[in-house]
């Protein structure tokens, strides 16, 4: 650069005042590359978390998949998007429980979404397999009805997250390993 400078002839102050400014503007762009690449970070958690949270409830969603493309990207810590995954969509079947909860005060409404008799052939299934069912909870189809009923059943909040938790961390690991696996 100082060869352009000298043969445009600028004067020292002003190869000094040029050189500020030219660090000026790429420390600006430095720094907004950062708050954008921080933003969209941000973004792929919130996005992440978001869709773990719905696919735990009783709302079709696919948390997998996402965090599967999240990994392979590799822009975000792994650890950090099992964490996310996992915190949300053990929140999720936490609402699921809550649901399930307080479920039965609507049973006898007509627009009630279970009959009585499906109710009662899952929670004689709960029964049977106790609280140790509920580390299937991680398996899509039946996952989502099992931590329903454990609401109905008044499963205590505290054995229904430590359970759930075991079993949701578990899936995800397993799907970040393939998805490293796959990546590398």
């Known amino acids: 650069m100082k060869l352009l400078w000298r043969r445009r002839g600028a004067s020292p102050p002003a190869r000094e ?5 030219i660090f000026a503007v790429s420390a600006e762009w430095s720094v907004s590359k950062a708050k954008c690449s921080n933003e969209m970070q941000d973004m792929a958690y919130l996005s992440l978390f978001s869709v773990a949270f ?3 409830t009783v709302l079709p969603a696919h948390s997998e998949l996402l965090l599967a493309g999240l990994l392979i990207l590799g822009e975000q810590p792994a650890w950090t998007l099992i964490a996310v995954a ?3 969509n053990v929140l999720g079947a936490g609402v699921n429980w809550l649901l399930g909860r307080y479920l039965l005060h609507f049973q006898d409404r007509r627009w009630f979404p279970v009959k009585k008799e499906k109710l009662d052939k899952a929670e004689a299934w709960y029964r049977k397999y106790g609280r140790w069912s509920l580390l ?3 398996v899509p189809i039946v996952g989502n009805p099992l931590t329903v009923i454990a609401g109905v059943l008044r499963e205590p909040l505290a054995s229904f997250y430590l359970i759930v938790l075991a079993a949701k961390l578990g899936r995800y690991l397993v799907l970040a390993g393939i998805a490293l696996q796959w990546a590398a």
């Open 17 to 21: 005042a040029q050189a500020k400014f």
């Open 54 to 56: 719905l696919a735990a």
């Open 86 to 88: 996992t915190a949300g």
């Open 136 to 138: 299937l909870s991680w």
